[in-house]
């Protein structure tokens, strides 16, 4: 997928009410899943330990944090719409998330990103999106989101 490339966060306005973009697969591995668990200190057997997953887990694999398919919400975004004027960008938040499904360790995930709205906000906009993770080869998304970021004018 060719990156979206705009002049900046507030040429995003014509999107408003659409679809902006979806993402390439992004392969969630169990190197990733560990580091996440060390840094937030979360090391249940479900997600670092693979024998006892592979033996005990009703999907014989280990699964990823949900917070961790949270977390590359950001990594998606950035992977698939580029800005020539960038300035500071930041998570503002969440209205709503729900952790769908759970995601095996090896799987491959992508980003649905559409834009519910953009409201300016005094030196850079607020963007409001309905997000759609989708996991290959899975009939249901693995996280559903409405998430708020902020970019302000370089």
């Known amino acids: ?39 937030i200190s979360d090391f249940n057997w479900i997600h670092v330990d693979v024998e ?20 590359l919400l950001s ?23 729900r952790f769908t499904s759970p995601v095996p360790s090896g799987s491959k995930m992508r980003g649905k990103f559409t834009l519910i709205k953009l409201e300016d906000i005094g030196g850079g906009v607020q963007l409001t999106w309905n997000v759609t993770v989708e996991l290959e080869g899975a ?3 693995c996280l559903v989101a409405e998430w708020l970021t902020r970019r302000y004018d370089k």
């Open 139 to 141: 009939s249901k998304p």
């Open 52 to 71: 006892r997953a592979k033996r005990d887990a009703p999907f014989h694999a280990p699964i990823a944090h949900g917070f961790l398919t949270m977390s």
């Open 1 to 39: 997928m060719a990156r979206l490339q705009l002049a900046n966060a507030r040429a995003l306005a014509q999107y408003e009410g659409r679809e902006v973009v979806t993402t390439d697969w992004l392969e969630v591995t169990q190197e990733r899943i560990n580091k996440f668990a060390a840094a």
């Open 75 to 97: 990594l998606l975004l950035e992977s698939a719409v580029a800005f020539e004027q960038r300035g500071m960008g930041l998570n503002y938040g969440m209205n709503r998330v």
